[in-house]
């Protein structure tokens, strides 16, 4: 009832536009991103769209821009969670743009009375994300070229920052880092810290939120701004189309986008795109009771695919059956979980994250993470709209009280709608507007794999090493289930003869939209890595890959075998591997043998079994006790390789090395921990860590 005079304009806005949409047909297939967050810029929606960014603001009347370097979505969420807060809270007029959509040459241009914030992520080795390269060339080069001749480039410049980095890697927030020296370097001005998240601790949210408080004062008083009652106002209308059903041909019902609701899918499959890949073969690599382990390989011949050993690819999953009810049910939407909505953006730079018309249970299914960890500033927001005095007292505490947050929720890794029944003792949330839910929560993200096959044995079969994601924990009656890799163990258990899995009772709609993932599908696609074998094969290698990690490296190891069994020379390649037990998660035994076998003294696997000895054993110990021979290798300039856990694993065997190096060499172990970190540099040593 509430968006009744909001319907009736945005359905006149609807009925005038679908004559353009229909009749054109091109306006999902112009949109560069159709997944692309609520404030993301809605610029190729229209035709000419502009890369000037003061143009941009200038004709949607914009006194604040939001910058994001993003590769997973986080950065990009905080982008417009940043936006709606400065709408809502201090009233500015934000908008949030993709740094990859504008060209950098006239940010000295941007008036001073207006402000600019950059919300980057570092990628991998200090990196900046694929959509940041372009900026970061052009900010941090040598003597970037503005539009005006200024003595002082950026002197006009206001700017906020905050990064997003993880401490386990070396190059700890590097592009918010080196971006802001740039930005200073110009002469720009900023405003408040330049903040920094730290993944790595577990802390990004809660040092985003620690930041931001400071900035928006620091920015309040720059900018001379009144800050005033957060209103909620919603960014989507939610139009219900009467005259639709599910079965229209122009409902999605989950289709990623245009070519695939048409059914003519092509590529290039990228991040917006996924390829829709048949499964060719998948089967169960450990041997043990509630912990599964697969090993799946998809077949990309037939599409311009590609990949190299070494790459990564990402599965685009579906949410859980069991999740998708108990969502539809805490909002009240189960009795029209089909009915056909359409979403308007009603804020001109703000962009619809999936393409509609569709149904609230496509969206809820295929287009939202609803089981991700759940920030508190929504819990926040949603306090608003509590269906009763003791829930909204509960949901403020929540929102406000980092430590009983902490306790009540994440310890028990809950997701919303988990949360929800808790506090309301499960009486339904009828007030929450869904607008809110579509920015609140962020779009489903694929999710990577270190591909485990050899491109040079099989270049159009891509296989996948992915541990099934399970955790008991206190205070749930149920273990938390990660999304991707037990829609990933349905998939296996329905190639493998059951019509209709239920992997621990979850059940998922495996035959996809419209039953096109039907004959077990699973959509794909590949992102390029640089972790990379030496390009001259007789190099020696030394891989240390515990648990999954050793997924790139069976590709590695199957690869030289390759050659071997081609007649080329290899050089020696050791493997360490890492696991519980001989018995029950030995993952690709038999392959070690294989290539043994073929191999010869050229391959070594040395096994570390944590649970079989009276003490663990790990494979940085193997490492350590190998001390000498690795020394050796790396004197031969062999390539040194780590994949798997960031968190600890990786850096106790960058200090390890470091330590055998000062050992072996007798050299202090800052020299040694130096070469090491020269290695890193001249990519002698890569790692592949998640
Ligand atoms: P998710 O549902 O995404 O959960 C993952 C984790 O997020 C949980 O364990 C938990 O810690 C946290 N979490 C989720 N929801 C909540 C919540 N509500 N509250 C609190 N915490 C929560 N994995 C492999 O097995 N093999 C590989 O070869 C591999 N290669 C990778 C390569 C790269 C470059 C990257 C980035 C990752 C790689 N991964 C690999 C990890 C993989 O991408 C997935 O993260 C993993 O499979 C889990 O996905 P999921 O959807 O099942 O779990």
């Known amino acids: 009832a509430e968006l009744d005079t909001l319907d009736i304009i945005v359905l006149t806005a609807i009925l005038l536009g679908t004559v353009a949409y229909f009749t054109k047909g091109k306006y999902w297939a112009v949109q560069k991103d159709p997944y692309a967050n609520s404030f993301a810029a809605a610029n190729g929606a229209k035709a000419g769209k502009t890369r000037n ?275 539809l049910s805490i909002f009240d939407l189960v009795h029209k979980r089909h009915n056909v909505i359409s979403v308007k953006a009603l804020e001109p730079t703000a962009k619809v994250p999936f393409p509609t018309p569709t149904t609230f249970d496509a969206i809820v299914r295929y287009h939202m993470e609803i089981c991700a960890p759940v920030s ?52 339904k949330w009828t007030n929450v507007p869904f607008s809110a839910l579509i920015e609140g929560l962020t779009k489903l993200q694929p999710r990577y794999y270190s591909i485990s096959s050899s491109s040079l044995e099989q270049p159009k079969l891509i296989s996948i090493t992915a541990v099934v994601e399970r955790q008991e924990l206190p205070g749930r009656e149920d273990p938390f289930r990660g999304v991707a890799t037990n829609y990933l163990l349905a998939l296996k258990e329905k190639q493998n003869g059951d019509p209709n899995p239920t992997p621990y009772g979850l059940t998922y709609e495996i035959m996809g939209p419209r039953n096109k993932y039907d004959g077990i599908h699973v959509p794909v696609h590949v992102r390029h890595s640089n972790f990379k074998l030496p390009s001259d094969p007789t190099k020696p290698i030394i891989m240390v890959g515990p648990g999954t990690g050793v997924a790139p490296f069976r590709g590695f190891v199957r690869e030289r075998k390759k050659m071997v069994e081609n007649g080329q020379e290899i050089g020696r390649s050791i493997l360490f591997f890492g696991c519980r037990k001989s018995t029950e998660d030995f993952m690709y035994a038999k392959e070690w043998e294989e290539a043994k076998q073929a191999m010869g003294d050229k391959f070594e696997l040395v096994t570390a079994f944590s649970r079989e000895g009276p003490k663990k054993v790990y494979v940085q110990h193997r490492l350590k006790e190998r001390a000498k021979e690795v020394n050796q290798l790396l004197e031969q300039k062999a390539y040194f390789y780590v994949c798997g856990d960031a968190a600890n694993m990786a850096r106790e065997v960058n200090a390890v090395l470091a330590q055998i190096i000062a050992s072996e060499r007798g050299i202090p172990e800052a020299k040694a921990e130096e070469i090491v970190k020269q290695m890193r540099a001249s990519n002698q040593y890569q790692e592949d860590v998640w």
């Open 53 to 327: 960014i003061v143009e941009k603001m200038e004709e949607s009347g914009k006194n604040c821009i939001i910058f994001y370097g993003s590769q997973t979505g986080t950065a990009e969420d905080y982008a417009s969670r940043l936006a709606k807060e400065g709408k809502s809270r201090f009233g500015l007029e934000t908008m949030v743009a993709d740094l990859e959509d504008y060209d950098y040459d006239n940010l000295d241009a941007i008036p001073s009375d207006k402000v600019v914030m950059f919300v980057l992520a570092t990628y991998g080795e200090g990196e900046p994300t694929d959509n940041a390269v372009e900026f970061y060339e052009f900010i941090t080069g040598d003597s970037p070229s503005f539009s005006q001749d200024n003595e002082v480039p950026l002197g006009n410049l206001n700017y906020v920052a905050f990064g997003l980095g993880n401490n386990t890697y070396e190059h700890y927030n590097s592009m918010v880092r080196n971006v802001n020296k740039a930005l200073q370097k110009l002469g720009a001005n900023r405003i408040g810290e330049a903040g920094e998240g730290d993944d790595g601790a577990g802390t990004m949210e809660e040092d985003f939120l620690a930041w931001k408080e400071p900035m928006w004062k620091a920015l309040a008083e720059k900018m001379g701004l009144e800050e005033r009652e957060a209103v909620y106002e919603p960014i989507f209308g939610i139009i219900e189309r009467d005259n639709l059903t599910p079965e229209s041909p122009e409902v999605y019902l989950g289709e990623p986008n245009k070519m695939h609701l048409d059914g003519t899918p092509k590529g290039p499959f990228n991040a917006h795109n996924p390829y829709i890949a048949p499964i060719q073969k998948s089967y169960e690599l450990f041997n043990v009771k509630d912990r599964n382990c697969l090993h799946m390989e998809v077949d990309i011949s037939g599409t311009n695919l590609s990949y190299q050993t070494g790459d990564h690819i990402a599965v685009w999953p579906t949410n859980a059956g069991e999740e998708v009810d108990r969502f």
């Open 376 to 427: 508190r500033q929504f819990l926040a927001t949603l306090a608003a709209f509590a269906p009763d005095e003791q829930s909204k007292a509960e949901m403020t505490k929540l929102g406000s009280d980092k430590d009983y947050f902490h306790h009540k929720v994440n310890a028990h890794h809950l997701n919303i709608a988990r949360i929800l029944e808790r506090v309301s003792k499960g009486k």
